[in-house]
């Protein structure tokens, strides 16, 4: 099927829910023509370049051949167009060839880069990645050397974390830099599953790999960053021999084949610490914190694309008589229940298109805020939200994509629809950059206590705000609405109580109900996104500005969730609260090991 950008969904979103407009003392290039130009120039390059080649990567995938990983037919000259339109640079600093645009604008173009090929996709984001971790702690050299091409999209980058025995807990990685008596290091050891270890697109590629040195204490404290490039640079830019590392193989995965994921082996490679020696995780957290945004982002995407073809499918496939039209070979979106769900899986994309949305403007504003409290504000919350834009927002991706091909019926489970893929697609989101039981462990063990609950209380201050302006506003369109936010909220500031006192009492209670509560509380931001959406859409309709069809749709899909979504969230406080005594009491034997 054809993809077709979500442009006009994007921009609504961004001034609407994220409150884009808060930027604009910090960006004033960032004006509305502009958004508006970007947004539009990256849908197109995303429909009629990268779109196409989604398929192609899936079925032929890359391939490591005599040493040297081949990208699937197509991607090379795609990133070509991607680095010679300057995406890479979109929100990098001018001071190293970027726009200085938000970041906020980055990750609504690359929501539309992922929804077309998500394989492809990947490559940049952990380009990205690698930006903002040498533009935060690299030397001056070294952002003088790496950052330009980086930002051109001449090299790309990658970050190197995982190995066999080191996949969450990050404290046993073995790989070791060892002095090389120049000032430099050797790194020898091997990492797994890295994502764009090597390709044929770029003439460089700039890793970032965590490691320890000879005499490095235990655990994390013992944990560097080291740059390694695929292909050593001269003092002046200049590419010279290849650098003692290599891909050793290629995973084998259920979804994004476009991506070669590689085993890389460190074969005494030269290269430079970035930052302090044991602050290598802190500093790798930079690039990691950023990468989580774009993988929320990545769930709304594939949720996006799965969302498409199975509306194109349901007009396109007739089966049954329609009760609304007494039709006997009725178009499948004529049947409620499929609308219904075609309703819900565009209510619950746009309602993580907020979540991810506002995360990014409250990056934007915590490193660019005017004041010194706006910006300590700011960082409060885009450190709260993170784990809900990436936690909740893949899950969403997920089930949107299940859904998707639970409307094709059969056809979904035969490849050749493509609904399958999706799905294959989305199900690696909820598991890489953290998996959501961390991103869940962090919200409550760590997110909660930020500010001594400052930031989720602001929170839950702004929430109550969106009430009082849905309660004032008195549109009978809205009024179930405020009805459903007010008793979810409710039930949310209930649930969160509970954790914070059993956080200081019994942490392992708290934990237990922590995947449960990040659902609950997900689901309760993502009703005050489309509420937030509502109100300006019904704003909007009543001075005659607009498509009033349109507009209506958004308040319509708000309403739904407020139903659906919304309406269940009160059950869900039980989920967090109970079963902590069933829980430690349990053992392996009893579990049937």
């Known amino acids: 099927m054809t993809f077709r950008a979500p442009v006009r969904d994007i921009a609504f979103s961004l001034r609407h829910a994220a409150g884009f407009d ?13 958004v508006s130009a970007v947004l539009e120039a990256a849908g197109v390059f995303a429909a009629d370049v990268l779109a196409p080649l989604n398929r192609q990567g899936d079925l032929v995938g890359a391939k490591l051949e ?13 990133y070509r167009q991607f680095a010679e339109g300057g995406w890479t640079g979109l929100a990098a600093s001018a001071e190293h060839g970027g726009a200085g645009l938000p970041k906020t604008l980055e990750v609504a173009t690359l929501e539309m880069v992922q929804a077309a090929n998500m394989a492809f996709g990947l490559c940049p984001m952990l380009t990205l990645g690698a930006i903002e971790a040498i533009a935060h702690h690299g030397t001056t050299r070294q952002k003088a050397l790496f950052l330009p091409r980086l930002v051109s999209g001449e090299w790309t980058g990658t970050m190197n974390l995982t190995e066999p025995q080191a996949g969450s807990d990050l404290a046993a990685i073995t790989t070791l830099a060892t002095p090389d008596g120049h000032g430099g290091y050797t790194l020898s050891g091997q990492k797994i599953y890295i994502t764009w270890g090597d390709h044929d697109v770029a003439d460089n590629i700039v890793h970032l790999v965590l490691a320890r040195t000879p005499d490095a204490p235990p655990g994390v404290k013992g944990i560097s960053l080291f740059l390694a490039p695929k292909v050593m640079v001269g003092e002046d830019g200049a590419l010279g021999a290849a650098n003692a590392l290599r891909a050793g193989g290629l995973e084998h995965k259920l979804g994004i084949h476009g991506s070669p994921t590689c085993v890389m082996l460190f074969e005494g490679a030269k290269a430079e610490l970035v930052g302090q020696l044991g602050s290598g995780l802190a500093h790798m957290f930079t690039m990691m914190n ?29 089966q049954g008589r329609s009760a609304w039209t007494g039709e006997s070979s009725a178009r499948l979106f004529d049947h409620p229940d499929v609308r219904r769900t075609l309703m819900l899986m565009k209510a619950r994309i746009e309602a993580a298109r907020g979540i991810c949305l506002s995360t990014a403007v409250a990056a934007d504003l915590a490193s ?36 998707g091909l639970q409307i094709h019926g059969g056809m979904g489970f035969i490849e050749e629809t493509g609904a399958a893929q999706h799905y294959r697609d989305a199900r690696i989101l909820p598991i890489y950059e953290g998996t959501n039981g961390i991103q869940a462990i962090d919200l409550v063990g760590r997110k909660l206590g930020l500010g001594e609950g400052q930031a989720i209380g602001d929170l839950m201050d702004d929430m109550r705000d969106t009430l009082t302006a849905l309660d004032a506003l008195a549109d009978p369109t809205l009024g179930s609405l405020a009805r459903r936010l007010e008793t ?43 509420a937030k959406g509502a109100l ?28 659906n979504v919304l309406a269940q969230v009160p059950g869900q406080v039980a989920g967090v609260m109970a079963g902590a005594a069933d829980l430690a009491a349990m053992t392996p034997e009893t579990l049937g090991a």
């Open 536 to 563: 300006a859409a019904v704003a909007a309709i009543a001075a005659g500005e607009g498509d009033a069809d349109w507009l209506g749709a958004k308040v319509s899909l708000a309403r739904l969730y407020a139903e």
């Open 368 to 403: 660019h805020g005017a004041t010194e409290e706006e910006r300590a504000t700011a960082k409060l919350r885009e450190e709260l939200l993170t784990p809900i834009a990436k936690g909740w927002s893949t899950d969403m991706g997920v089930a949107v994509a299940s859904e």
């Open 290 to 318: 950023a990468a989580r945004l774009q993988v929320g982002t990545q769930g709304v995407a594939i949720a996006e694309r799965a969302y498409q073809q199975a509306l194109a499918f349901s007009l396109e496939r007739r």
């Open 66 to 78: 005599n040493g040297v990983v081949r990208t699937a037919p197509g991607f090379a000259d795609a």
């Open 488 to 530: 979810a909220l409710d039930a949310a500031s209930g649930a969160t109580a509970w954790l914070i006192e059993r956080r200081a009492r019994a942490m392992p209670d708290a934990l237990g109900g922590a995947t449960a509560y990040l659902k609950l509380l997900g689901d309760v931001v993502g009703g005050w996104m489309l």
């Open 22 to 34: 808060r930027l604009a003392e910090a960006f004033p290039d960032a004006d509305a023509d502009t």
